[in-house]
């Protein structure tokens, strides 16, 4: 079945350390993007692509990094400059036409301990 | 920059009522697709419903519709013969050319038995 997959759903780590989310996706989607979802303040955006090997910051990139080296796959690693981590983490995908859905993972929930 | 904004942090209908959610945004753009999404306590982000700019005529998806106002960049979400399986968190989102899809913060709808 075509889909988004998140890992893990649940991860803890300690302050500190930097720690990366997984995204893959066999959509064959072009674009694939990364939020932060806060309880208050809906999706912020962290990240996106929309090409292999290209990658632009959203509204709130400081503190985290990307890399897209495979069309189907779009880690996210927290640094230890993320001041708050702790958030509930989505992936998303979809095709570069206008009218397109975003297609999302179920999340990873990033707890630091 | 395109903005979103919904003013219901909450709302709550009874069973088998009809319920409205808000939603504003701002763009200087004339063509561009607005979105529904809803996301269950599971958090799972599913599409409810889309709406063409350029099209006048409201979309509407079984007891889903919208009332989309152009002019005064509104995009409402009417959910009719509220079911349980409604109660979720609604966020309204837009979407232009290949840039970000942006999202407001959201509704927690709450379904009384």
């Known amino acids: 079945d075509g889909g988004i997959t998140q890992s893990p759903k649940y991860l803890f780590r300690k302050e500190g350390q930097n720690v990366t989310l997984s995204c893959e996706q066999n959509?064959?989607?072009?674009?694939m993007y990364w939020y932060r979802q806060d309880p208050g303040q809906g999706l912020r955006l962290i990240y996106y692509s929309q090409i292999v090997n290209d990658f632009q910051k959203g509204d709130i990139a400081e503190g985290y990094s990307v890399s897209r080296e495979k069309k189907e796959s779009f880690p996210l690693t927290v640094t230890s400059a993320q001041k708050n981590p702790t958030a509930f983490y989505l992936c998303?995908?979809?095709?570069?036409?206008?009218?397109?859905?975003?297609?999302f993972g179920q999340g990873t929930r990033l707890t630091v301990v | 920059a395109q903005t979103v904004t919904q003013s219901q942090p909450e709302m709550s209908v009874q069973e088998a009522e009809t319920v409205t959610l808000s939603c504003t945004y701002d763009t200087s753009e004339s063509d561009y697709y607005l979105f529904w999404y809803k996301q269950p306590p599971s958090r799972q982000m599913i599409l409810v419903i889309r709406?063409?700019?350029?099209?006048?005529q409201n979309a509407t998806e079984n007891r889903f519709s919208v009332n989309f106002q152009k002019a005064a960049k509104s995009f409402s979400l009417k959910i009719s013969d509220s079911q349980l399986g409604d109660a979720a968190m609604y966020f309204c989102a837009y979407n232009f050319g290949n840039e970000k899809l942006t999202f407001g913060t959201g509704t927690r709808l709450t379904i009384i038995p």
């Open positions: 998303a995908s979809s095709t570069n036409y206008l009218n397109t859905e975003a297609f």
């Open positions: 709406q063409e700019a350029y099209k006048q």
């Open positions: 959509l064959n989607h072009d674009a």
